[in-house]
Nanobody, 125 residues
Framework: QVTVADSGGGLVQAGGSLRLSCAAS????????MGWFRQAPGKEREFVSA????????EFADSVKGRFTMSRDNAKNTIYLQMNSLKPEDTARYYCAASSQFVQPGAQVGRYAYWGQGTQVTVSA
């Protein structure tokens, strides 16, 4: 069983930065594809970014390209989402997800079997 734990959210002013962390356990980390999604109140969960298995390929939603970056520390079984130039519309609960079944699940919510509890990001104007 894979366990995913996400953290690092908070309150920040527009233009500021935050770094989210996601630690996975229960399976060899390099065998997992990892992703970030977010959900604002009243909206559907949307894709933010993802690593393919072992982090060979990364993908980003158009809305965050150029502002968000990801990194992966295999020694710590952790991925990070660095969020810069934050905007009020980035306000949402951010979820980390893991997939052991798909090499590159990408933006497909249904391809991720394991989810963190989420961490709230609030960007004030």
């Amino acid at each position: 069983q894979v366990t995913v734990a996400d953290s690092g959210g908070g309150l920040v002013q527009a233009g500021g930065s935050l770094r989210l962390s996601c630690a996975a356990s229960g399976r060899t980390f390099s065998s997992l594809a990892m992703g970030w999604f977010r959900q604002a109140p009243g909206k559907e969960r949307e894709f933010v970014s993802a690593f393919s298995r072992a982090g060979r390929i990364d993908e980003f939603a158009d809305s965050v390209k150029g502002r968000f970056t990801m990194s992966r520390d295999n020694a710590k079984n952790t991925i990070y989402l660095q969020m810069n130039s934050l905007k009020p519309e980035d306000t949402a609960r951010y979820y980390c997800a893991a997939s052991s079944q798909f090499v590159q699940p990408g933006a497909q919510v249904g391809r991720y079997a394991y989810w963190g509890q989420g961490t709230q990001v609030t960007v004030s104007a």
